[in-house]
Structures are given as C-alpha cells and as structure tokens.
C-alpha cells in the first residue's frame, strides 16, 4: 500500500480496550484506505496462499532465509510459485470492521521460523 499508519506495533503492548491485559503482536497492523492494495516490500517468490475464510486471505513471499506474510486480504492477485518484484501488486485489502469502515493489513515478517520486528523492512515506520 502507498499510505496508512501503524494502528498495532510489533511485541507485546497493553490491551487496546483492557488495558490491564497484555497482548503480544507477531507483526504490525496498518490501517489504510478501502480498497488500497497491497504491495510486496522486496522481491521474492510466492510460496503459499492461505485461505482464512471467503474474504480473508494471507500471501506468504519468500525472500531467501526470510518471509514475509500479508494477511487480510479480500483478493489475490498473485499465484504460489510466482516471482514478485518490489513494490509489486499482490492483492486488495479487505475492511476489517464494518462498522468503523477500518481497513487494515496485518504484516508480519519472519526469518525461519523465528517472527521479527518488520519495522526495519517497512519505509518510513
């Protein structure tokens, strides 16, 4: 996506409604307009699409030892096995509140099997 901001930062952080109880991210949410698509954020190659439900769907690229990991996405617009550029188009990103009308993407990096902070893999975060 072109903008949005980080409406849930990576680690662990207070409740957003309880915030007597810690929770823990494994990535970051960003919060963008309706509609926006999602981009690759280094090249790579397409190895997994996860289907969560109907309108919720998860592209995983890997970019050697790392992998990054889009997740609530209402399209595809990539295959398993394809090879991504940066900045390439991989999806749309689907409301995730109708009431609020929020639309967020959750992005989550990986390197094996151990889940990093994406900060240093995101601009300007």
């Known amino acids: 996506m072109e903008k949005g901001f980080v409406s849930l930062k990576f680690g662990n952080q207070p409740h957003p409604v309880r915030p007597t109880l810690t929770i823990h991210s494994n990535g970051v949410e960003i919060t ?9 954020v280094f090249a790579g ?4 699409i996860q289907v969560l439900s109907p309108i919720n769907k998860a592209v995983y690229i890997r970019h050697g030892d790392f992998i990054t990991v889009y997740q609530n996405l209402s399209t595809v617009s990539v295959n398993k096995g394809d090879k991504v550029g940066l900045k390439q188009t991989i999806g749309r990103i689907e409301r995730t ?17 151990s889940f990093l902070n994406p900060q240093s893999w995101l601009y300007n975060m």
Request: proline share 0%.
């Open 32 to 40: 963008t307009e309706s509609g926006s698509s999602a981009r690759a």
């Open 45 to 48: 190659e397409v190895m997994l």
């Open 97 to 113: 509140n109708e009431s609020t009308g929020k639309t967020a993407i959750k992005f989550s990096v990986l390197q094996n099997d």
